[in-house]
């Protein structure tokens, strides 16, 4: 059975940081791009960051770039998610999903990240 | 980036009546490897999202063949033929044929 089990998401002040995790099991990680995607509750999906399955190519959405870090630890099949500055605007709940020939096919069920003071 | 614009944002629908959702893209989605990357994803309350179709008309296993995907270019169509109660939900289109991938905004389907 396929699962992502992502945690780490709380309640932080403007400014701080957080970093969350996802675990995988029920497929090959070391082989699977990643991505983690945000929602914020009763709103839309964003996609966030991507990884490739090697560590590199990291990528990020510009409202996000410079201050989030994606990384992963295929020995741990771990992504994480490296958060800093945190902003208002970044409360939502983060998935943790897998890249699957131009689509996603697997999602966590989020942790939820709120901003505020 | 991709722009994906969904109509409508609400459709209320009667159980057993169908359901059409409409996704436009703001370029052309056909990759150059010959394939269109449209999936439509459902979300049902509570619930993360659900891959659901893939490039543009491939319905994953266990989805009900009561929902349709179509289109070409930048026009792509969501179908339900006879919508049940568990079809209540929201419902995304996504791009994955241009980096970044882009959603649309979501529709909610729910019952009338």
């Known amino acids: 059975e396929v699962q992502l089990v992502e945690s780490g998401g709380d309640l932080v002040q403007p400014g701080g940081s957080l970093r969350l995790s996802c675990v995988v099991s029920?497929?090959?990680?070391?082989?699977?791009?990643m991505h983690w995607v945000r929602q914020v509750p009763g709103k839309g999906l964003m996609w966030v960051s991507r990884?490739?399955?090697?560590?590199?190519?990291?990528s990020y959405a510009d409202s996000v770039r410079g201050r989030f870090t994606i990384s992963r630890d295929n020995a741990k099949n771990t992504l994480y998610l490296q958060m800093n500055s945190l902003r208002a605007d970044d409360t939502a709940v983060y998935y943790c999903?897998?890249?699957?020939?131009?689509?996603?096919?697997?999602w966590g069920r989020g942790t939820l990240v709120t901003v505020s003071s | 980036d991709v722009v994906m614009t969904q109509t409508p944002l609400s459709s209320p629908v009667s159980l057993g009546q169908p359901a059409s959702i409409s996704c436009r893209s703001s370029q052309g989605l056909l990759h150059r490897d010959g394939n269109t990357y449209l999936s439509w994803f459902q979300q049902r309350p509570g619930q993360p999202p659900r891959l659901i179709i893939k490039?543009?008309?491939n319905r994953l296993s266990g989805v009900p063949d009561r929902f349709i995907g179509s289109g070409a270019g930048t026009d792509f169509t969501l179908k339900i033929s006879t919508v049940e109660a568990e079809d209540v939900g929201l419902y995304y289109c996504m791009q994955g044929t241009k980096f970044p991938y882009t959603f649309g905004q979501g529709t909610m389907l729910e019952i009338k």
């Open positions: 990884i490739k399955n090697d560590d590199s190519g990291a």
């Open positions: 490039r543009v008309s």
């Open positions: 999903v897998r890249d699957f020939y131009f689509t996603i096919d697997y």
């Open positions: 029920g497929f090959d990680f070391s082989t699977s791009w």
